[in-house]
């Protein structure tokens, strides 16, 4: 935190609050003080690097914090000039600390792994805020004339006296229609996501405009010869970052769905513990003993990957005792906004599950349907324009044989991502919002004040997969709901005292799925081709070559039905405020739930229905929360829109 005019105990009280809040994060504090300055640090000790760490790393007239861990901080020391003895007693803040001093703002994009920092230089009195190319840890920030703090939790900053925390109608309108149109937003005008890949420079009085270093829409292509070259060098990547994550004395976890992404990462996992002699727990998702319903367990395809690796210990997952919307109240005080992740309930389970079994580190797959396995529609366009006729007919007859749905199905489904561009004319005001947006449980007013289905449309129409594989990969890979998500998901495995690692959202990852010709994507009639080649020989075939994928949560609409008198408890509640009713159409919301609470199976469930009942029960709640907590005492009430 920076405060001009602010003495040293003052600035030392507020950053002393901020590490409050991040108790999650680990019980070791580092703390440095000077006047109208303070920054702090608090850490898990997981991995054998962390041992080093002491922060703030100080230099001549530079201080610096980070929540980093670095991949191949070997080659980082090498590029340095460094003698390998020197990086291996060297903390990666310390790492991060020397690159800055001999690169300056280029530095960031020198980094391997996942990293946010905070850097003050005294001389001319500057503060700098960076995150890593993709978001993996996240930095919130707040500004004021003659101040500026920040954190990498968001509900800490709220306590700060000179944040304004009015309202932000833009934002709450865009979490309940699923919206995702700023990656910087939060539901504050005075508090700001510090966006992925990018640098903020702020002085007292001056101007804090962030700067992209790096964004997935300009990634630099990486040149390789053959197809099979990009499937190595992908390999390679993932089992070196998979490789960093087995770098602890601790026990190792993995989330496993039974789908491909997390199937291989639980191969390579498995591969280098057995190597040590360890084992490697893995938690996963299954259907309750006398669920009725054709719901799909992956049952059969968790235990065909447990069967190949002998030293992987499996723990069946039903979160029978949990319900949806347990925390849905408590969202405000957990992390100063609703949640994005529709299956909160069960990453909690699955991460509890995990740490009771010893494990420190979780592994999960997240993103990997936007990096290795991607697919999509486009690809009969793509190969087309490239005048790969022949190729075209061919893959479009054995995916309709491979997935056994006919050929105007699969056109259909190439033409449905450009509805974007037809006018929507016919009905009032309300069915023209839901074109757009799907249902949603807005307010009439709310989305009249914020010209939410203006924006909707300009926002389908910027998420359009153009003509080739790469655009719609480019496309799927840029959406912010990812890093959201995967926030949230780390913060709820904080609380468990676990570090989660994503290996499949790393940079390197990415711009080789993003470089890889359409024929490594998709191939013989098969989609996610790059992950099904890198899964050969290390993962079952059943799975490998699986076409279906079966729901996360599959028994989500039996709890629905379950649940439903504490849903409807939670919608009187927060209706029976004076804020929620602005924003929430509980109408809406309310029929969304009966809906979903008909429904019988997985097979039949309304996805939109899902969105609009968790979003807006989760909106209303945390407006009533706010409306007695945060809003209530501040003098700033104000809202403002777009």
Known sequence: ??????????????????????????????????????????????????????????????????????????RLGAALGLAANAVHAMSDSALILAAWQRWGEAAPERLEGEFCLALWEAAPRRLTLVRDHLGLRPLYYGVWGAGCVFSTSLAGLLRVPQVDTALDECAIADYLATLASEDVSTPYRGVRRLAPGSVLRW????????????????????????????????????????????????????????????????????????????VLHVASSVLPAGHRGPAQDERAYMEAVCAMYPNIVPHWVTASDRRLLDDAQDDLRRRGQPAWNPFEVMDSALQGTLAQAGARTVIDGLHGDSVWSFEHPVFALDFLLRGWVRTAWRETAALARGYRVGRRTLARLMVAPYSAWLPVWRGDARARLTARTGPTAVSNDLARRTGLARRARRERARGLPWLSLRAAQRVDLANPTGARLREEIARSAAMQGLSLRSPLWDRQVVELCLSAPPQALHHAGYGR???????????????????????????????????????????????AGTLAPRYVDFGVLRAALCELAGEQSVSRWSLDAQAVVLRGVRMACFLRSYETGVGSRRQSQGMTAC
């Open 1 to 74: 935190m920076v405060h001009q005019g602010q003495p040293a105990q003052a600035v030392r009280s507020a950053v002393r609050l901020l590490l409050a809040d991040l108790a999650d994060f680990g019980p070791v504090t580092h703390e440095w003080v000077a006047p109208e300055v303070a920054l702090g640090q608090r850490q898990e000790q997981i991995y054998r690097r962390d041992r080093l760490e002491q922060q703030p790393v100080l230099g001549p007239g530079v201080a610096l914090v980070a929540d980093a861990r670095l991949i191949r901080p070997d």
């Open 203 to 278: 002085t007292p009085g001056g101007d804090s405009k962030p700067r992209r270093y790096w964004h997935i829409e300009t990634a630099p292509p990486v040149r390789l010869l053959r197809p099979q070259d990009y499937v190595e060098a992908v390999r390679e990547r993932v089992d070196e970052v998979i490789a960093h994550c087995c770098d602890t004395d601790h026990g190792v976890g993995l989330v496993l769905s039974g789908g491909l992404d997390s199937s291989t990462l639980a191969a390579l996992a498995a591969r280098h513990l057995a190597a040590q002699g360890r």
């Open 529 to 575: 081709a790059l992950a099904r080649a890198v899964g050969r020989d290390i993962v079952p075939e059943m799975v490998r070559m699986r076409t279906d994928k079966g729901a996360f949560l599959p028994d989500f609409h039996a709890r629905v039905l379950r649940e439903r008198d504490a849903f409807l408890e939670l919608v009187a509640r927060a209706q």
